[in-house]
């Protein structure tokens, strides 16, 4: 495994902190959160950010603090060992790019759900909506393009695939994933203790469910 | 117990302070767009600074009482009128059941704020009521005030020894034209050199496309020296990125978390409040400046402010 060589660059009142590795992203992640002088630490695919109050210490001085956390050595690749199984129905028009992805794979459309379940995807992070949640797949997958024109209504618990990344929207909101699915399940509750259902780190598992099931897990998390 | 919205505007939202330690799950950090006018508001009413107040957007929005209230009014609107007659901004105003509050249009400049003594009932959640539109979360119903909507009050008694009015020197000078004081993003030494030197040579200006996410800057365009494709990584308010079109864009509130486009510039927490006063036609002067003097900067412009606010913070 590379050193943690991380480069460090001050912005105002956050620290953008690049990785050489996208596999240390979450061990540094939980380096930090020990720390208390960070109002945020929001992981990206291949970086962290650390937000502070420069009322309470200067740039300066939260940089080298950041150094001295993060010198020598690097963080143990440490895997939450959380497994989620999600469970997505991909019928119809619940998957209206299912023929587009297919094509894209070069399979037909009715194996395409069977291809997506048989793949470990792991959480790289959350952005974009709260709950929002980019997964990476373990396989190397065809190119798969963002849509031409972006959709303006992408409905909650969809499942979009770009590549070897797939997502599932967290929120109804304009985007330009190709969809293949939707899931039931609630991706961000704030009434929770925990409010979103995935973390960064997280192995994720699909699970094909019909759309009558998909109907009735539906009614039960809305109740 | 409440007020009625009379006249909602173009935007009115219930916006106090941000969310703040919830950026890992996607969460931004919404609350007041300027963060100054909503202190100074508040403060008005004897509240504490990020308590949720009523934010308004560029038009006029008018307001049903149905109790006493004392109110502050700060921001760019153009009149206060209580039953018609005229009032001044940034003066404590009490009012009695019955009547009825019009805000004036913001001009120049963009967001006013009515602060009220008595509390307006607000979803809460994450620690906080302020409204995040994109996911209907917090504020009322997640959603902007339509007119018609009915806004519960509690705790309406009428305070006794209100600030009474905000001291000249503090109140903030609304204007079209604005400086904005930046440093270098992470991505800026991946560009040309003349990148930054770009952005801050002649105003830009702020585009149709402006909302509580973001601005569409229209000016110069930038190009990136090399391939403009990075794994996403996260972005604040303030960030200023660069997507491939080269016509920057500049976060608000509302940003999301995390974003893929090169984030070449951010504007500093001193100046950040500001970027909630620009409205499409507002120009943007640039100034580049480093972190240490940035650091100055907030601190100084904390001190001045604590003289009458007490403890504060921008965000």
């Known amino acids: ?223 | 117990m409440s007020i009625e919205i009379l006249n909602a505007g173009l935007q009115t939202t219930l916006q106090g302070a941000p969310f703040t330690g919830h950026r890992h799950l996607g969460m931004p950090a919404a609350g007041a767009a300027d963060c100054l006018s909503l202190a100074l508001a508040n403060f008005l009413v004897g509240k504490p600074q990020g308590a949720v107040a009523v934010e308004i957007t560029l038009t006029k929005a008018a307001f049903g009482f149905r109790a006493p209230c004392s109110i502050g009014v700060v921001g760019p609107a153009e009149y206060i009128r209580i039953n018609g007659q005229d009032r001044p901004r940034h003066e404590t105003l009490t009012l009695a059941a019955g009547d009825t509050l019009d805000i004036g249009p913001g001009r120049p400049g963009c967001r006013t704020y009515l602060a009220l003594s008595a509390d307006l009932e607000a979803d809460s959640l994450l620690g906080g009521q302020s409204t995040y539109l994109a996911a209907g979360l917090g504020g009322f119903h997640g959603r902007a005030l339509r007119d018609g909507d009915i806004i519960p009050l509690s705790r309406p008694a009428l305070p006794q020894n209100l600030a009474g009015s905000t001291p000249s020197g503090l109140r903030p000078h609304y204007s079209d034209d604005h400086v904005l004081r930046i440093t270098p993003g992470p991505e800026a030494g991946k560009a040309s050199d003349e990148i930054l030197k770009n952005l801050c040579l002649r105003p830009y200006s702020v585009g149709a496309r402006a909302s509580r996410m973001g601005i569409a800057l229209e000016g110069a365009l930038l190009r990136m020296g090399q391939s403009s494709d990075m794994p996403s990584a996260a972005v604040f308010p303030g960030t200023i990125q660069l997507p491939p079109s080269g016509q920057p864009y500049l976060l608000g509130p509302d940003a999301q978390t995390t974003g893929g486009y090169p984030r070449i510039a951010q504007v500093i927490r001193a100046d950040r409040h500001l970027i909630g006063q620009l409205a499409p036609g507002s120009r943007i002067q640039f100034v580049e400046t480093t972190t240490e003097r940035a650091t100055d900067i907030y601190r100084e412009k904390l001190a001045l402010l604590s003289s009458w606010l007490g403890q504060i913070k921008l965000w």
């Open chain 1, 1 to 223: 495994m590379a050193e943690l060589d991380p480069t460090i660059h001050i912005c105002d009142d956050w620290i953008h902190i690049g990785l050489p590795d996208r596999k240390m992203v979450p061990a540094v992640q939980t380096t930090l959160t020990a720390g208390e002088q960070w109002t945020e630490i929001v992981p990206g695919l291949d970086s962290i950010a650390v937000q502070f109050d420069p009322a309470l210490i200067s740039p300066d001085d939260a940089a080298e603090s950041l150094r001295d956390r993060l010198a020598g050595k690097p963080p143990k690749l440490k895997y939450s060992e959380n497994i989620v199984v999600i469970p997505v129905c991909y019928e119809d028009n619940l998957a209206p790019d299912m023929k587009y992805v297919a094509e894209k794979l070069g399979i037909p459309p009715v194996s395409v759900p069977s291809w997506h379940t048989a793949q470990a995807h792991r959480v790289a992070m959350l952005g974009f909506m709260p709950g929002f949640a980019y997964l990476e797949s373990s396989e190397e997958i065809a190119d798969i393009g963002r849509l031409a024109s972006p959709r303006q209504l992408v409905k909650a618990g969809s499942i979009g695939i770009i590549g070897r990344q797939s997502c599932i929207y967290s929120f109804d909101s304009p985007g330009g994933w190709p969809i293949i699915g939707r899931t039931p399940l609630r991706l961000f509750d704030p009434a929770k203790p925990r409010p979103a259902l995935l973390s960064a780190g997280d192995t994720v598992r699909f699970q094909s469910i019909s759309r009558h099931a998909f109907d009735r897990l539906q009614q039960d998390q809305q109740q």
